[in-house]
C-alpha cells in the first residue's frame, strides 16, 4: 500500500472561536490520538485533506509537520462535513502500529456484467458494499473485487467468495449475501371493472338530459322539452261549451 504524507501544524487555540477563524482561512481543525500517546490538537489545509480523502479512507498517511511535532503514522478515523456546503469541518487521525494488526472496512468492487441481467433481463443487487477485514496497517487494500460475470437470475455471491490477499483476515459473515440476481420487477396492470366500464355513457336514472335533448314521459316516450313546444292539456281537460262563467 501506498503511504501519503500530510502536512499538519499544532494548533493551539482549540475553543469554537479559534475552529472558525481557522475554516475562514480554509484550514481545517483536525486532532490525532491513539499509539499510547496524548492526543494533539491539528490544524491541515482544507486542499490537502480534500486530495487524501479522494484517494480512499483506508491510506495509510504519514502526517509532517514542524513547531516540535514528531511524524506519526495515521489512518484518517473519522471527518465530518457540513450538510450544506459539503466542506469539512473536522477530522480525527488514528495512530497505528505498523506491528499490530487493526480491523478496517474495505470497499468491495463489483466487475463484469452478468448473464442474467444482460441476457435474461435481471436486477442485479449489491447488498454488501463493504466488508470488515483484519490485517497489518501496511497491508490494507483498497478494496476487493468480486466478478458477477456467470451470475444467472437467482444465483448469488457470498463474502466467502471473495479472495483475500495474504495476510487479510476476514471479520464480516461468510455466510452473508454479497450480491445476487433477481427476477425482472413486473408491473400488474390496473384491474378493469367490466360492469363500470359496460355502464359507461349510459344515462344515470335520475340525471337531467341535456339542453335540447328529449325527455321521456311516464310511459318512457319522449315529449319536446324546448321553449315554445306543445304543453300537455290541462288535468280535467276542456271546458264545455255554455258552462258557467262564459
Known sequence: ME?????VNLRENVGKSGARKLRAAGVVPAVVYGGGKDSLALSVDERALGAVLR??????????????????LVLL????????????????FYE????????????????GKSKGVEQQGGVLDVVQREVAVKCLPL???????????????????HISDLVLPEGVELMTDPEQTLVHVAAPRIEEEPEVDEEAEALEGVAVEGEAPAEGEAKPDAKGEAKPDAKGDAKPEA????????????
Open 139 to 157: 497491508a490494507i487494500p483498497d478494496s476487493l473485487t468480486i466478478d458477477v460475470s456467470e451470475l444467472d437470475i437467482g444465483d448469488a455471491l
Open 3 to 7: 503511504r501519503l504524507e500530510l502536512e
Open 235 to 246: 288535468k280535467g281537460g276542456a271546458k264545455p261549451e255554455g258552462s258557467a262563467g262564459d
Open 77 to 92: 478515523k473519522e471527518y465530518q462535513r457540513d450538510p450544506l456546503s459539503r466542506r469539512v469541518m473536522h477530522c480525527d
Open 96 to 111: 497505528v502500529d505498523t506491528k499490530q494488526k487493526i480491523d478496517v472496512q474495505v470497499p468491495v468492487l463489483v466487475i
Open 55 to 72: 484517494r480512499g479512507t483506508n491510506q495509510i498517511i504519514d502526517l509532517k509537520g514542524g513547531d516540535g511535532f514528531k511524524g506519526r
